[in-house]
């Protein structure tokens, strides 16, 4: 039980890794530059590893958003919510 609980920890801080990479170069250099290879290199890990997590580069590149829409989209929603109203 312990063992897969290790796993699941370590599997989504490599997928951390990955996305702080790719967020990191897409800010920078935008999408269209940022190579593969480019987020395997920035993350610190070998391509085939990055590829048991995402595909592509257009798989990172919707982890990305995804995770923009968690951290920065949704919060910002609920502030808006919760706001009192005015004029």
């Given at each position: 039980m312990a063992r897969a609980a290790t796993e699941v920890s370590d599997r989504s801080r490599t997928q951390?890794?990955?996305?702080?990479?790719?967020?990191?170069?897409?800010t920078g250099r935008g999408y269209q530059v940022t190579s593969f290879v480019a987020i395997c290199q920035t993350a610190g890990l070998p391509e085939h590893i990055v590829r048991?997590?995402?595909r592509?580069?257009?798989?990172?590149?919707?982890?990305?958003?995804?995770?923009?829409?968690?951290?920065v989209v949704e919060p910002g929603i609920e502030k808006i919510a919760k706001a009192p109203e005015t004029a």
């Amino acid at each position: 039980m312990a063992r897969a609980a290790t796993e699941v920890s370590d599997r989504s801080r490599t997928q951390d890794r990955i996305l702080s990479a790719a967020m990191k170069l897409y800010t920078g250099r935008g999408y269209q530059v940022t190579s593969f290879v480019a987020i395997c290199q920035t993350a610190g890990l070998p391509e085939h590893i990055v590829r048991t997590h995402y595909r592509d580069e257009s798989q990172v590149f919707l982890g990305v958003l995804d995770r923009v829409r968690e951290y920065v989209v949704e919060p910002g929603i609920e502030k808006i919510a919760k706001a009192p109203e005015t004029a």
